[in-house]
């Protein structure tokens, strides 16, 4: 059979990256991440919607970055490579079930919320071009928004932003990324009103 | 442009590689179980030194439920020890976790038997509450360093499940101090002395259980993205 000897050349070559990896090339190790994508995502579609596929792949990428030296070149890569993205993908799960559980998305009732501190005569003058920012950016999703909070409003830096944060380097770096994106696709559909 | 390729994973992946030292792989389970199990023998030598050898060795050999109970609890110590090393790794199965629990039956069966004994060993005497503090101490106290270096030891792999790694480390820990204690044991075995005994290592599974767990999963605290 032909497909047992493809996926045992795979995994053989998978792994003799790997080796490489440890030994420091990083142009393998960056040539071994993008060939492990395709199979963390295989195993996260087992366990995940589509809206989190990205999100596993990227906590499996970090921890492989972190659990390198226990991989053993004598072993299967890609059996290593697939308990470590099932973890994976499980732990995004759980996490989304408990941030399901603590928020509520309930944006009618936020629209309509009087804000005590704003004078109800001029209210309804102040729907400027910051408060419509604020508003966009509060309604990003959590890690979007911290990123933007710590690395541009309160213009920390990459360290003491992850240190406050609990999260990565590289993960804030990703996050503020895509919440730049996501508000430049928003007012690029529906521009600022002066 | 594919999904594989987003913008957001050719980021990270540059990050990682540009952050890439060389590591070297661990050493096998088998070998880094050899390690600690050599720090146990070590303990165990130095405390040799200061016990009655010979009165160890007639203890033991007046009463088979003493021995088959000190080859238990050092059995179950080199089998929980090698099943911790072979669960911190990532892609090793669970089913490790089982390994000990024949010789924990074993231990805890032959120790059972000692309070069924109709007789006392010659050359022993009977059991005090200060005897029965200080095999506390001596369990406790012993396995308090032999955890500490088993948890240092995990914490260079990866560890995926933290609670059963620190439970089976912990059961390492109180089999190997419960062996130990067989040094320091001049008198016989009697329920409330064994009560004590299973007290104190319960007391040390359940404590590595909860403080190994936080400082082996402490690594993974960490989140890429929502």
């Not at chain 2, 995926?160 to 008198?187: C, Q, S, V």
């Not at chain 2, 319960?202 to 082996?216: C, E, K, N, P, T």
């Amino acid at each position: 059979m032909q497909q047992p000897v493809d996926t045992d050349k795979r995994d053989a070559r998978l792994g003799a990256q790997m080796a490489s990896a440890q030994a420091g090339d990083r142009n393998a190790y960056a040539a071994l991440l993008r060939d492990c994508i395709p199979l963390i995502r295989g195993v996260a579609s087992r366990r995940a919607p589509p809206d989190r596929i990205d999100d596993i792949v990227q906590e499996t990428l970090i921890t492989i970055h972190r659990a390198r030296q226990t991989y053993d070149p004598h072993r299967s890569f890609t059996a290593w490579l697939t308990v470590i993205a099932d973890r994976r993908a499980l732990d995004v799960m759980r996490r989304t079930l408990r941030e399901g559980h603590r928020e509520v998305h309930a944006p009618l009732i936020y629209e309509n919320h009087p804000d005590e501190r704003v004078n109800p005569v001029i209210a309804e003058d102040r729907d400027d071009a910051a408060f419509q920012v604020g508003r966009a950016v509060a309604a990003l999703p959590a890690g979007q928004r911290e990123a933007v909070q710590y690395l541009v409003l309160q213009e920390q830096s990459l360290a003491a932003a992850a240190q406050q944060t609990g999260r990565s380097e590289g993960a804030l770096k990703v996050n503020l990324h895509r919440a730049l994106k996501a508000l430049r696709a928003k007012f690029e559909r529906k521009p600022l009103q002066p | 442009m594919s999904a594989q390729n987003r913008p957001s994973h050719e980021i990270l992946i540059a990050e990682l590689a540009g952050d890439l030292a060389p590591v070297t792989p661990l050493p096998s389970p088998a070998r880094r179980a050899s390690i600690w199990l050599a720090a146990v023998i070590f303990i165990g030598l130095c405390g040799a030194a200061f016990a009655d050898l010979h009165a160890v060795t007639v203890r033991l050999a007046a009463a088979p439920d003493m021995w088959i109970a000190m080859a238990g609890s050092a059995l179950t110590a080199v089998l929980a020890v090698f099943a911790a090393f072979q669960l911190s790794l990532p892609d090793r199965s669970r089913l490790w976790a089982v390994l000990p629990l024949p010789a924990a039956m074993m231990w805890i069966a032959a120790s059972g038997v000692g309070c069924l004994r109709g007789w006392s060993i010659p050359g022993t005497h009977a059991v005090t509450t200060g005897d029965e503090r200080d095999c506390l101490l001596i369990i406790v106290g012993l396995s308090i360093p032999l955890s500490a270096l088993l948890i240092v030891m995990l914490r260079r792999a990866f560890v995926l499940e933290p609670a059963l790694t620190a439970l089976i480390a912990g059961l390492a820990a109180a089999a190997a101090a419960a062996t130990l204690l067989n040094l320091f044991h001049p008198f016989d075995a009697t329920a409330s002395d064994l009560a004590v005994h299973g007290v104190a290592v319960l007391v040390v599974i359940i404590a590595i259980r909860l403080l190994g767990a936080r400082a082996l999963g402490s690594d993974q605290k960490f989140r890429a993205t929502v």
